[in-house]
């Protein structure tokens, strides 16, 4: 395993990331984002995109926790906040593409145990057909929605403090 990959195989329902900030790992995207103690606790519950409304109120929550993070300069935190931010983007367009939020056909094959979601990059489904899109992606309420999100996670993803402090993690706990 890489020493910049996210490690799956930690004991998350034991691992409290704030007292235990060197186990952390940023990996790719979302990944740990519903894994990652205290954080799942403090910022999943304010994590909604069901309207455009209740999208931007919850980007402004997690956004202002994101800016809470840095300011105690808890690196951890601020990222699972950055990583919330995505995933309300992501989780919308999901939505905005597909009602049903499922991009993938179930085809009904076999798949490779290998190759095991979360484990794997994606979806279970990877690989089967993808549903047809709706006819209104760009304009629904999810894809505002996704929108608002996607504004406020580029926010995050590209402060000059939360670059910094990412730099500063790494080079204090990927040795």
């Known amino acids: 395993m890489s020493k910049n990959a996210f490690n799956y195989s930690l004991d998350f329902d034991k691992v409290d990331f704030r007292v235990h900030p060197e186990l952390y790992r940023v990996g790719v995207g979302e990944q740990g984002v519903l894994l990652v103690q205290p954080y799942k606790s403090e910022i999943l519950p304010h994590w909604r995109f069901k309207t455009e409304e ?3 109120e919850s980007a402004e929550k997690i956004y202002a926790l994101f ?3 840095l300011q105690a300069n808890d690196f951890v935190g601020a990222d699972m906040a950055r990583k919330y931010l995505q995933m309300g983007f992501t989780r919308a367009r999901r939505y905005a593409n597909h009602k049903s939020g499922k991009k993938y056909e179930d085809d009904g094959k076999e798949k490779d145990p290998a190759l095991a979601y979360p484990y794997s990059s994606g979806s279970k489904n990877k ?3 993808i549903r047809s899109q709706e006819q209104d992606a760009l304009t ?6 996704a929108a ?3 504004t406020y996670w580029f926010k995050a993803k590209d402060n000059p403090t ?3 402090q990412k730099e500063a ?3 204090q706990y990927y040795t």
């Open 148 to 150: 608002i999100f996607k």
């Open 54 to 56: 209740i999208a931007k």
């Open 67 to 69: 800016e809470e993070y």
């Open 127 to 129: 690989g089967n057909s």
């Open 169 to 171: 993690f790494k080079k």
């Open 162 to 164: 939360y670059l910094q």
């Open 140 to 145: 629904n309420e999810k894809a505002k929605a």
